[in-house]
């Protein structure tokens, strides 16, 4: 099957920085996901992107299918963007089964 | 939007005994769902795909007779944790797609078996 890889593994940062957060891909993929899990676990869309770029607010993202990777860019960061980022692929062949990367956990120091 | 819903958010209960866990799609049919595992500090691990009036398919190493699935509606998959004991406690979560390649969470179901 599909393997995610997700770097780097934890990131600090200062609030009002910006970060840029990866995923690599071992196939080609029909759904790639980016998503922020909460304290509470929830797990909140950010972005359904299998290629191009996609910006909502802070949040941008770009997949580059041709090349197997995506990229989550949080701009100016704020405490609230504090947790657990992880992204998620699908392959066509797969059953509709959504394979996660092991996340980013982000910490944003006030 | 989508909207998926858990309940409970969380238990607690005794080992040796029976746990059940809903998963409903609110605003639209799910032909399938999918349930996943996580242990704290670890990634969402895929444990069965729910599918509307037939059997679950299960991954690898996930027991089926500890973790029943059933998906009696096109809103609704249960999943049951049988004769549980405290290595399963772990986060509990359950996703659906509308009809494209987008999944939609719940909100999870935290289980501690003491």
């Known amino acids: 099957g599909i393997q995610v890889e997700q770097s780097p593994p934890d990131l600090i940062l200062q609030e009002g920085a910006n970060s840029t957060l990866r995923c690599n891909f071992s196939d080609s993929v029909n759904n790639l996901q980016w998503f922020h899990q909460n304290p509470w676990g929830q797990l909140i869309n950010l972005f359904y992107?299998?290629?191009g770029t996609k910006q909502n607010g802070r949040l941008s993202a770009t997949t580059v299918a041709t090349e197997r990777y995506s990229l989550l860019y949080i701009s100016s960061s704020q405490t609230t963007d504090s947790g657990v980022y992880f992204c998620?692929?699908?392959?066509?062949?797969?059953?509709?089964?959504?394979?996660f990367g092991q996340g980013t956990e982000l910490s944003v120091k006030p | 939007g989508a909207v998926v819903s858990q309940h409970p958010s969380w238990v607690i209960c005794k080992s040796g005994t029976s746990v059940k866990i809903e998963c409903r799609s609110l605003?639209?049919?799910?032909?399938?769902m999918f349930w996943y595992r996580q242990f704290p500090k670890q990634s969402l691990m895929l444990m069965a795909t729910s599918n509307e009036g037939s059997k679950a398919t299960y991954e690898q190493g996930v027991e089926k007779d500890k973790f029943l699935i059933n998906h009696a509606s096109l809103t609704l998959s249960t999943l049951t944790v049988t004769s549980a004991h405290p290595e399963d406690s772990s986060f509990y979560i359950c996703?659906?797609?509308?009809?494209?390649?987008?999944?939609?969470f719940g909100q999870g179901t935290r289980l501690t078996v003491v």
């Open positions: 605003d639209f049919q799910a032909t399938t």
């Open positions: 998620a692929a699908l392959r066509g062949n797969q059953g509709g089964k959504l394979i």
């Open positions: 996703s659906a797609r509308i009809g494209g390649p987008e999944a939609f």
């Open positions: 992107i299998p290629s």
